[in-house]
């Protein structure tokens, strides 16, 4: 389960920032995850609330935006429907995705 060592560095990024926002309670962390970035919500949930019992992010709510990809056609960079297989404008097949990996931290909030 590897989401347990992204929940250990989302708290140490948090951690190291609320300290010089003079943040000493977090109550919301935001997130942008894609849809393929291999990640689990729910596991990065749990393991996020295991390991911030008795830290300043004990009971902190956190809020997941998940981020679709999108399939771009390398001939002429329209955009492509993610179930098809040639592009819908020049029937090219050289179709990348952009996005929809990534893992970000939006927000976070505290007193």
Known sequence: MHELSIAEELLDIIFKNAGKAGISKVSVVNLKIGEYAGIYPDSLEFAFEVLSQEKMT???????????????????QSIVS?????????GSEEITMQGGDELEIVSFEGD
């Open 82 to 90: 993610r179930d098809k297989e040639k592009c819908e404008h020049c």
């Open 58 to 76: 004990q009971g902190a709510r956190v809020n997941i935006e998940r981020i679709a990809p999108r399939f771009i056609c390398q001939k002429c």
